[in-house]
């Protein structure tokens, strides 16, 4: 069974942040086939919605970013489920604002939620749904910039990132090569 993860940091403060995205991808994904995040078995520290048809576990740790790993173990041990059947949803700073990469293996960009999975996991081999966040503007850090609340227009463009990006992770349960490439093509 495919697992969908939307890293995030847990915490009203972070709503609405760059850093969340990914989350947001599993909750509308959740939405949209009638299912709710709940909080899994105590030791997964996860929340998790089983969705039918089609068939994927999705999850949103329930650790801070930089602990995200934790979670992605605990789950895949809990569910005996393989490292092949990851797709874990981020946000890459590294990627213009508006766009989408799947991309298998790699680096963590500087991102500490995928630094944190190839720790736990030992290896770098899963794949990753990047979502553009673009750099920060002038001399601001990376860590602010994805910690900053969005503004209204740039939620406006997020929300259908958002959107656009539940469309690949569902492509990719039964096409991952034509997702690659509805995620490539995708324009602002």
């Known amino acids: 069974m495919p697992v969908i993860c939307g890293l995030r940091n847990p915490g009203a403060q972070y709503q609405g942040t760059r850093h969340n995205l990914g989350f947001e991808v599993v909750a509308d994904l959740a939405r949209r086939h009638q299912q709710t995040l709940k909080r899994g078995p105590l030791r997964v520290r996860a929340e998790i919605a089983r969705v039918q048809t089609p068939e994927m576990l999705l999850m949103a740790p329930l650790t801070f970013m930089n602990e995200s790993g934790r979670a992605v173990r605990a789950v895949l041990a809990y569910y005996k489920l393989e490292v092949e059947q990851l797709l874990v949803v981020h946000d890459d700073i590294d990627l213009d604002f508006g766009r989408l990469r799947i991309q298998v293996g790699g680096g963590s960009g500087g991102n500490n939620g995928i630094r944190s999975i190839e720790a736990y996991l030992g290896h770098r081999e899963f794949a990753r749904l990047k979502m553009g966040v673009g750099r920060p503007p002038g001399s601001r850090q990376a860590a602010d910039h994805v910690l900053r609340t969005l503004n209204r227009s740039e939620r406006e463009e997020a929300d259908m ?21 509805m995620a ?5």
């Open 161 to 181: 990132l958002v959107q656009d990006a539940a469309d690949v992770v569902e492509r990719w349960l039964t096409d991952r090569a034509r997702a690659q490439e």
């Open 184 to 188: 490539a093509h995708r324009r602002i």
